[in-house]
């Protein structure tokens, strides 16, 4: 029983040991902002939902999922220009465009 006890003891102490220095991803702590994974290179969606009482795991994975689709597309920009020339020549009575 003693055999027992010491092993539970020193899993416990390691399983305590390993939650205490075991770290978040930075992007968690900074709302989907991560140095490893800078917005100059990446595009990222970052989402959050709560699994709350009535709603399964896998519907709020889902939401979550939605969430950071919206916020990837909420930071795509694009801008689109044009320049178009038109030309018309007359010669005579015959006009020409070009």
């Not at 102490?13 to 990446?42: C, M, R, T």
Request: charged share 20%; net charge positive.
């Amino acid at each position: 029983m003693k055999k027992i006890s010491r092993l539970s003891g020193i899993i416990f102490v390691i399983f305590s040991f390993s939650l205490l220095h075991a770290q978040s991803p930075d992007w968690v702590a900074g709302n989907g902002v991560s140095k490893k994974f800078p917005e100059s290179l990446y595009l990222t969606g970052y989402g959050l939902s709560t699994v709350k009482k009535g709603v399964e795991k896998s519907q709020a994975q889902q939401i979550a999922i939605e969430n950071a689709r919206r916020n990837l597309v909420e930071k795509i920009r694009v801008n689109i220009q044009s320049i178009t020339a038109q030309r018309t020549e007359e010669t005579g009575d015959q006009f020409s465009l070009g």
